[in-house]
């Protein structure tokens, strides 16, 4: 009995390890050379109409560059994995950039960086210290907040009822900068106006996304907007009741024709361009890349038909002042949904303001908490 | 080592080995089928497999890295497999003994150093086998079918794990990625030296060893394997079989517990949703490759480490998804279990 | 209770509950129909998880391919079918165990669906229709919830259906003595093997449906996080429903509105302990597993030639 299963393991094994060593000298990691070889890892697949999408249309704009090659693997999920990849990619593959393009990726990176310092680590979302963190780490990401408050404001505009609604995966600092953001955009238009929050625990869970959008219009939300890692679901399901959605991510406009209003998009590309020239010039990047519409990191989707011309009209004004760094979102005084003052009167905190990537509050007119 | 070989030398059978070694043919060709089909290149496929697993240093210690949770995961299917209950709840066992690693080790004076990390381990362990004695126990005082609660177990688990991890447990300073407060390096689980590999490897191992050597040649072995070849001549053992039973369980699930709690000494120092890997449900594949038998596990593992290692390689250098590798797992559990059909020796095997 | 005008919150409470156990039952409801066929046929199959994705996979690009979402219905039940026949045909030799198969079946259906799924994250899929049972009210919420999707109808038909042909019927007989004494039925001229094969191929064809309804109504897309363990706890469900097919259909009505239970809550502005929430339907199932049992090894109304042990 033992013995049967014994050497049937041992002849897979040996075989699988003969072909292996045999390949062994094939696998060599080149050092230096003139293309530069960048991996690419993402959480989960990269046609999600979301999140990974976004960056792996940004990943194929650099793709076309001369002397650039890439080398991507999907699904790699937020656990000890993602270390074993990004090793991969480096002793396999022989990449010198790696850009971790999951936010649960960071303490993982900081691992791997350690053992490799002669291979770049591009990490999105992380918060980089530069008196903590190795040197060989860079974290990158956009203010996509601006986004979330231009969609407020037209959120704000379209709905009838004043109630809206934001489904998001879990109460991290960015996803509650969004949700604050969306709801000062809106208020700004509409002062009554409340945003109810779902949280579905995860980033991507669909089934619960549904029951989400279901739940929130059951209580007469006509204006939904998410922070999932794919929101298709989400507005489908609006387009199917006859409810606005405002989108996230990726450009999902073609899902909903009728209640797509517009929404947040990454522009990914842009920023691995000039992260690419910079090495390519020898240049060291900087180690926290952060921009917002003003540097082309985010942008908006087109105006859906749910669009007033008013609200066009704000919009663009408002826009207009995020591309020349007039406008702030978070300034003080503001109170948050128990009624704490959370910025003092006469304090601004501009967008790349750190504290903001530390927030923990829901600011008034959100319903919901982020305890748990 | 000399006991498995005599073992071996003993219990040759042809015909059986023939029937598993074209299973394993059948599966490997079954795959090259798919593959060509998806217009991609088997023998580079099957080449990558091999080198992702086994073609460097590098490969071979990611191999270990992942085989080293497998043993003792298995373990949490195996040993009640002896008495005759199939158990798949080990992932949330692997949960909850993290969780108690975690909270243990956070809370104790770091001075307290190796015996910290002893006493959190220990904990780990507690808290698996609890919980899959759990289903042990409603198995014998309910009737409950301990597959599916085992199972019902798991979900539950996960649940309160987030819910503590994220909530009340939660370390103030993990904004992005929710986590428990982190050990203090004093407890940390070391590599083994000059490789990435823990020292959970060994201390696999010798469960596994310990297993075989306890269900094969002690008397509590036995009257435990009795329990799950025959039932009325178990029930002959009273009280004794109910005890049993729940024991196997909490064993069992201490294993695994024990393997979530050496994951966090050794590997990633706090418990956060990462945590939850498909290293207890991987366990279950192991245990039912072995056909329940411990000093298979030791091989299997290897195997099934190595095809989970090579998976991120084949997928980058073939372009394919990941669901490539579950699929030739897939195959391969499917072609053991038929080439059972032919065995020939007439000990055991359920219907 | 006008629900028209009513505003308590209860009521809403109850309108979500409502909608949740039609819209997210069907899944439990095909799936342990099809299972308890098998199992009163004396086989457990725990592969269901994986014919569910094959299912739905399946029925999702049958859809987007031929334009009809019933064609993906049928494609789903087709693929279902050809997994159960699978295991019963990997069953039927003497030494496998039918519960390793079926999780080797889980493994392989999981992964062969996600595989083949790659290029159907992105399309949509033609959605199967619903029927709108809710015309009489103005209330939205309970509009919403009284759409009905033509497979839940088929559901509720078949659960009766198969009771009566269970309980009345000479295969129905036959099929039960194959669960309940192997040797009765051999010694009858009865091939129990033949016999599982067809209910264990029938419980495929019916879980590979139930995921048709996921990938094609409700959420109605595709994508790996399809599944949230239905397959698996419809095995359970199949259980305190006592191998019921009538019991199955209330036990899967209050899966479904315990489901959407979380969703409900937070929507009405309860968001603290939502991950607990999510844990309710397994706690549920363990709960009545633990009354329904006796404290006699066993469950009144299991077939006794089920392997799995109790």
Redesign the interface.
Known sequence: MIKKIVLLAAALTAGLGLIGCSHQSQQKASPGGKVLKIGFLYVGPKDDFGYNQSHAEGAAEIAQLPNVKIVEQENVPETVDVEKAMEGMIVQDGVSVIFATSFGYWDHVLKVALKYPNVKFFHCGGLYQADKDPPNVYSYFGYIEEGQYLNGIAAGYASKTGKLGFIAAKPIPQVLENINAFTLGARSVNPKATTTVVFTGGWSMPTQEANAANSLIDKGIDVITMHVDSPKVIVQTCEQRGVFVAGYHADQSSLAPKEYLTGAIWNWGAVYKTIVADIQAGKDPSHFIRGGMKDGFVKMAPFGPGVSATAKTKIESVLGKMMKGEFVIFKGPLKDNTGKVVIPAGTSEVQTDPVLEKMNYLVQGVIGSTGM | MVTAAALLKRNVSKTGIGAQLGAILAAVVLFAVFLVLQGKSPWGVLADMGIGAFGSSFAWQNTLVRAAPLLLTALCTLIPAQLGLVIIGNEGAWLLGGLATSVLGASLPPSWGIGGLLLSLAAAAVAGGFWIGLAGAGRQWRGVDPTISSLLLYYVAWGVFLFLVEGPLRDPQSLNEPSTFPLPKEFLMSSLPGTSVHAGLLVGIAACLLAWFVFFRTRLGFDARIVGENERLGATLGLRRSLLVVGACAVGGACAGLAGGIQIAAINHASNASLNAGVGFSGILVAFLARQRPLAVLLVALLVGGLQASGGFVQRDHNLPDATISVFQGLLFLSVLWAEAFRRDPSGGNK | MNLSTSNSAVG?IF??LL??AI??STPYLFVSLGETLTEKAGRVN?GLEGTLMMGAVTGFGASLFSGNPFVGVLAAGGAGLLMGA?HAW??S?????????G???M??????A??LG?PL??P?APHLPAIDLGFWTTN??LK??LQINVLFIAGVVLAPLLAWFLASTRWGLILRLCGENVEAARAKGIQPERVRLLATAAGGFLAGIGGSF?SLY????W????S??QG??A??LV?FSRWNPLLCLVTSLLFGAL??L???L????L??????F??V???M??GL??LT???????SGRPAEL????
């Not at chain 3, 409700?218 to 897309?221: I, K, L, Q, R, S």
């Not at chain 3, 049992?293 to 469950?299: A, E, F, I, L, T």
Request: positive net charge.
């Open positions: 809403a309108i979500a909608g949740g819209k997210t725990l699978l990997l069953c030799f003497r030494r496998v165990s039918s519960i390793a198969v999780i080797a079946l493994i392989f259906g999981t992964g062969l996600f595989y790659k994250i992105q949509q939205p919420a919403e919830a996921l409700y959420p109605g897309t994508t790996e996080g399809l949230t363990g698996l706890l095995v359970a259980i489901g959407s979380g969703a409900a937070q929507a009405a502005g968001s603290q302990g939502f991950y607990l999510g844990t339907p397994a706690l199932a363990l597993m633990i049992s006796g404290k006699k090894r066993g469950v392997s799995v042990h109790t």
